[in-house]
């Protein structure tokens, strides 16, 4: 325990001196107030419309998914590839850390970068539902509500160890992060092809990361009686219906590509020179 | 009490046979409590390779080493808990100051903050500790790594070219710090290219080339291998010509005060036998105390030849 308190203490100090930390966390944070601005404006303007919880966690998680993944993404890399080029992470195992343990203080990055990047939309929405008029139904948080906080979790994870696994094989921010948006780009051209050309393969590309990723994140995917809803006027509109895949396969894709990233950074850290 | 036991250590960079270097070859030497151990080599022998898997940044491909008697992985990494290391340029944070450089590194070795002062006063850089690590000249960036080197007053210190970029007057700073280390007793493992400073500070030294360790033990036996003779005579090319067919010589290098010869045993009197037989006839012969440096040259003299080839 005392070493994890140790990396954790370590990894704080070089986070927060750390000028696009706080850029990139500020312009998350800013993002992330303006929806609950505007639902809260919303409110006083609109007496039917109450921005209370528990309906509209959608809308306060919804900010967290997506921006919220690629910002974990991006902080990842910028916190972790440097310390390649810097040299710091090799001085830091001649201090004393060992290779095992370096990657283990980047994993307590990833872990507080998720937690950071949950707790930071809710608690702006949170305080947005006490500054709007009007209340919500029964209760503070529903089972469909975890399941979605859930499933944003998973997101920021998925996201962040991709950055992670990236920074430990290609050691430098510009590469990593060029090679985590050619990936998005890549992975969004294959979707499309493959959609094309035929059902069998169009199903298979449901399980690519980011496809798990979007889905995962997006709040259909937790509430069947909002999807129903969404469905009825597609129909009527003479649109497809949506359709997700079970939230558990989703989020066991999400769990096992989060893994193989994790590994892959691990045996890098373990087996090549720092 | 061996501080350091490495064993026919090897390192191999690559995997394919035809693309593959040969790093460090199966180097083994031992450095015993109190010593100051010069390390020294050209540039490429393998130097800093064979510090970092001392100190756990390199994988070793072969071999094995020990620290303060602990090998294995948990034992060697509390072992360098009582290391106090640093490789090639410093490494540091640049966007954070000194003194924030420094609480990284007391939190690594289990330090409290008091003795990052002390530290910081040491290498005098209490007044510049507000600054970061990126405004600081090559030579305040010298001293911010040794004072991390010693925040933990470290039983053994390793030091990679710790006068890099210094000035003179830093360099005599770095060897008063190193003295009064070794003073304390403190075992040192001093990388350098500065050979009189390390002919000056150590107690040990070793020579590497091309990965291989060439000569190790103290600096006057290093120094005082071979039976040196200094010849001086009328024609020096005459004399230096017969002195390379002289079958008891084993080198024959022109210095500015004469031709320098080594024998294979001392025996003098067969020398001005043999060069008078020649027709050459002696001004000057004394026994010759080599340099650290002479002895550096002689060792790795392949790699200066090649070296000037290129550049004329």
């Known amino acids: 325990m005392k070493i994890l308190s140790i990396l954790f203490r370590i990894e704080v100090l070089k986070a927060v001196k750390r000028r696009a930390f706080w850029v990139a966390f500020g312009a998350f944070t800013v993002f992330t107030a303006i929806p609950a601005v505007e639902g809260v404006r919303y409110a006083h303007r609109n007496p039917d419309f109450a921005y209370a919880l528990p309906e509209s966690w959608p809308n306060i998680l919804g900010a967290a998914t997506g921006l919220g993944a690629l910002f974990v993404a991006v902080l990842m890399i910028l916190l972790f590839a440097p310390e390649f080029s810097w040299r710091t992470g090799r001085q830091n195992v001649i201090d004393g850390l060992s290779k095992e343990r370096l990657y283990a203080g980047k994993v307590i990055v990833l872990a507080g970068l998720i937690l950071l990047f949950m707790v930071t939309p809710a608690l702006i929405g949170v305080g947005g539902t006490l500054l709007s008029p009007g209340e919500g139904g029964p209760g503070i948080i529903r089972s469909t509500d975890l399941s979605y906080m859930g499933g944003v979790a998973l997101t920021l994870l998925l996201c962040g160890s991709a950055g992670l696994m990236l920074s430990a094989l290609l050691r430098s921010s510009g590469p990593a992060l060029g090679v985590f948006f050619l990936y998005l780009v890549v992975e969004e051209a294959v979707t499309g092809l493959m959609s094309r050309a035929g059902e069998h393969l169009q199903a298979v590309t449901e399980y690519l990361p980011f496809n798990v990723l979007e889905f995962l994140g997006d709040d259909l995917a937790h509430y069947p009686e909002e999807l129903a809803e969404v469905n009825t006027v597609r129909a009527e509109g003479g649109l497809e219906p949506r359709e997700f895949l079970d939230v558990e396969v989703l989020a066991i894709a999400a769990l096992t590509y989060s893994a193989i990233f994790l590994v892959t950074a691990f045996l890098s850290m373990r087996e090549r020179d720092l | ?312």
């Open chain 2, 1 to 312: 009490m061996h501080i350091i036991r490495a064993f026919d250590l090897t390192k191999r960079y690559g995997t394919r046979a035809a693309k593959s270097v040969l790093a460090v070859d199966q180097v083994s030497f031992t450095v015993e409590e109190g010593q100051v151990f010069g390390f020294l080599g050209p540039n490429g022998s393998g130097k800093t390779t064979t510090i970092g898997m001392l100190v756990g940044i390199t994988n070793p491909t072969s071999g094995a080493f020990s620290l303060f008697g602990a090998s294995d992985p948990t034992g060697l990494l509390a072992a360098r808990s009582r290391v106090g290391a640093t490789l090639e340029t410093p490494n540091f944070y640049p966007y954070m100051n000194g003194r924030d450089n420094l609480r990284i590194a007391a939190a690594v070795k289990g330090v409290e903050r008091p003795r990052i002062e002390e530290c910081l006063e040491l290498v005098g850089l209490a007044d510049r500790a507000k600054h970061r690590f990126r405004t600081y000249s090559l030579g305040m960036k010298q001293r911010l790594a040794l004072a991390a080197t010693m925040l933990n007053d470290p039983d053994l210190i390793i030091l990679d070219e710790p006068a890099n970029g210094l000035d003179p007057q830093g360099m005599r700073e770095i060897r008063e710090i190193i003295r009064i280390l070794a003073d304390r007793g403190k075992t040192i493992f001093l990388s350098s290219h500065l050979l009189w400073e390390v002919e000056r500070t150590c107690s040990h030294v070793a020579i590497v080339r091309k990965g291989r360790i060439v000569t190790c033990g103290t600096v006057e036996e290093v120094i005082g291998e071979g039976n040196l003779v200094l010849l001086r005579a009328g024609d020096e090319d005459t004399l230096a010509g017969a002195m390379e067919r002289y079958p008891e010589a084993t080198s024959v290098r022109r210095t500015d005060e004469g031709i320098v010869v080594g024998l294979s045993s001392g025996d003098l009197a067969g020398v001005t036998r043999y060069l008078a037989e020649q027709g050459i006839y002696l001004s000057h012969l004394a026994p010759h105390r080599q340099s650290l440096e002479e002895v550096f040259i002689d060792l790795t003299q392949d790699d200066f030849d090649s070296m000037t080839q290129t550049a004329s």
